[in-house]
Antibody, heavy 121, light 109 residues
Framework: QLQLQESGPGPLKPSETLSLICTVS?????????WAWIRQPPGKGLEWIGN???????YYNPSLKSRVTISVDTSKNQLSLKLNSVTAADTAIYYC??????????????WGQGTLVPVSS | QSVLTQPPSASGTPGQRVIISCSGS????????VNWYQQLPGTAPRLLIY???QRPSGVPDRFSGSKSGTSASLAISGLQSADEADYFC??????????FGPGTKVTVL
């Protein structure tokens, strides 16, 4: 069974860089899927951050593109997220998920449990 | 502000049928498949419907989806207390952004 587990540094201060890792088990990160990050501010809706295909293709939410980098480490079967210059508005639960190809509808079929990243001075 | 619109809430009594709407535009729902997610309180979202009306393994057939033009809907038949959750529609947009609706909170009365 495919499982995804997010891990990260915990609370951040404004202007710092958010770095998260998603460890994938039960499937290869080099399979025919994208691997995505999604976030959810406490009590609010879902926001797609972006995704990455192991060959190097990636897509990013235009509103975050200037601050985001998503990459994969195929040797460790891990997905990573870096978000620069965080502010309190970046406080959210961050989820990683497997995402189908856009031609198949881009559905997110397996999700991690999420990790809360607070940003506060 | 979401490019997809959903009603903030919906409700019904046990056994009733509840329908949640999702409205978009030609650049998202009009040209791409719609997916639906269920988020139970305190848990991660779960894929409920993909490709307009397909259910992943394990999703009861009480849940069904449809799409017409730039609108889509999710129907929950035989409403149960376990269905109390937030429901989100989502689709690719032609701007190469995957967009979610704001979510609809379903309450079982």
């Amino acid at each position: 069974q495919l499982q995804l587990q997010e891990s990260g540094p915990g609370p951040l201060k404004p202007s710092e860089t958010l770095s998260l890792i998603c460890t994938v088990s039960g499937d290869s990160i080099s399979s025919a899927y994208y691997w995505a990050w999604i976030r959810q501010p406490p009590g609010k809706g879902l926001e797609w951050i972006g995704n990455f295909y192991y060959t190097g293709t990636s897509y990013y939410n235009p509103s975050l593109k200037s601050r985001v980098t998503i990459s994969v480490d195929t040797s460790k079967n891990q997905l990573s997220l870096k978000l620069n210059s965080v502010t309190a508005a970046d406080t959210a639960i961050y989820y990683c998920a497997r995402q189908s190809l856009r031609s198949l509808g881009g559905f997110l079929d397996f999700w991690g449990q999420g990790t809360l990243v607070p940003v506060s001075s | 502000q979401s490019v997809l619109t959903q009603p903030p809430s919906a409700s019904g009594t046990p056994g009733q049928r509840v329908i949640i709407s999702c409205s978009g535009s030609s650049s998202n729902l009009g040209s791409n498949a719609v997916n639906w997610y269920q988020q139970l309180p305190g848990t991660a979202p779960r894929l409920l419907i993909y490709g307009h009306n397909q259910r992943p393994s394990g999703v009861p057939d009480r849940f069904s989806g449809s799409k017409s033009g730039t609108s889509a809907s999710l129907a929950i038949s035989g409403l149960q207390s376990a269905d109390e959750a937030d429901y989100f529609c989502a689709a690719w947009d032609d701007s190469l952004n995957y967009v979610f609706g704001p979510g609809t909170k379903v309450t079982v009365l």
